[in-house]
């Protein structure tokens, strides 16, 4: 997740709150020496590695991140000084990068110079895995462009956490990451969100949650599951689940604190009778279109069976 969240609230520190024993924090440092002497080849010259770190809990970042992120050039960071906080931790003085919203179009030029030349860059978000609603887009789609290798190195991710903790069917879903705050393009991703027959992942501000919660219900209705995921990893994690209508309402008395992940139901699909389907062939034939088509479109767009599709296209 980016740093939206800090910039709105000014009380929230901008680095990440590293959770973890005490026996995690000293010996962090020899384990990521460790993590290099495993894997003495982690880093691949020429290629931008995309470095999945830490959502809140210092442990959870992989053997092969650390290892990468001690041994590329540069580590390319959407804020340097919370970066800094997870390297100084595990030892790691690799030259940082800044790469945000702001100067990764003046940046990207430079990093793909040096992966040409054959030097391995890392990539990092704030906090979990980079791209997901976070800067480094731009980078990776020119270093593909320009037929240079990029490397995933997988790990936290606040979404996929929620998701596997939502109770909610995980599979398919979208991520629609933050919604506009608001006007026109805020109600249309609301209603995509409520259309959409799958789980959904939004992240939102904290101090909109409830606000969002009465937008989705009032276009998709009250009934509809949600999963609020607050804190994960963390020491106050809390995973609230329930209708829109309730979630709502328990938020706007108990407002929450930290970073915050929704998970939304999907909405429930009504099939078309028989009756509504030949009214959808009638409406069809008088707009002049062929059997042919009739068939195809009510088979992909009304789930009609080919038979009951064929019959309706040719009953006049």
Do not use: W
Request: proline share 6%; with cysteine; glycine share 6%.
């Amino acid at each position: 997740m980016s740093d939206n969240l800090a910039e709105e609230h000014p009380t929230q520190s901008p680095e990440p709150e590293l959770e973890a024993g005490d026996l995690v924090v000293s010996h962090a440092r020899s384990i990521a020496t460790l993590a290099t002497q495993l894997l003495p080849t982690a880093a691949t010259p020429g290629a931008l590695h995309v470095v999945s770190t830490p959502i809140g809990h210092l442990a959870d970042i992989s053997i092969r991140a650390l290892a990468v992120l001690h041994q590329v050039a540069a580590v390319c960071c959407e804020d340097t000084r919370t970066s800094r906080t997870l390297l100084q931790r595990y030892g790691i003085h690799t030259t940082m990068v800044a790469l945000h919203e702001h100067n990764e179009a003046q940046t990207t030029p430079r990093v793909l110079d040096r992966l040409r030349a054959g030097e391995s860059i890392a990539l990092v978000s704030d906090a979990g895995t980079p791209l997901v609603s976070d800067p480094g887009a731009r980078l990776v789609d020119a270093a593909v462009a320009a037929g240079l290798r990029v490397v995933p190195i997988p790990g936290a991710s606040a979404t996929l956490a929620a998701l596997v903790a939502s109770g909610i069917t995980p599979h398919p879903c979208t991520i629609l990451g933050f919604l506009p705050r608001k006007g026109g393009e805020r109600v249309e991703a609301i209603k995509l969100a409520t259309a959409l027959p799958h789980a959904v992942v939004l992240f939102e501000a904290s101090h909109r949650v409830a606000q969002t919660l009465r937008a989705l219900a009032a276009v998709g209705g009250g009934d509809r599951p949600v999963a609020v995921a607050r804190e994960l990893t963390k020491k106050f994690e809390e995973v609230r689940r329930g209708t829109l209508d309730e979630l709502a309402a328990y938020y706007e008395d108990t407002g929450p604190r930290g970073e915050i992940v929704l998970v939304l139901g999907g909405a429930t699909v009504v099939a078309p009778t028989e009756s509504d389907l030949a009214a959808i062939a009638a409406e069809l034939r008088a707009e002049g279109r062929r059997p042919r088509e009739i068939v195809q479109l009510l088979m992909d767009e009304h789930a009609a069976s080919r038979n009951l599709a064929y019959r309706l296209a040719h009953d006049t």
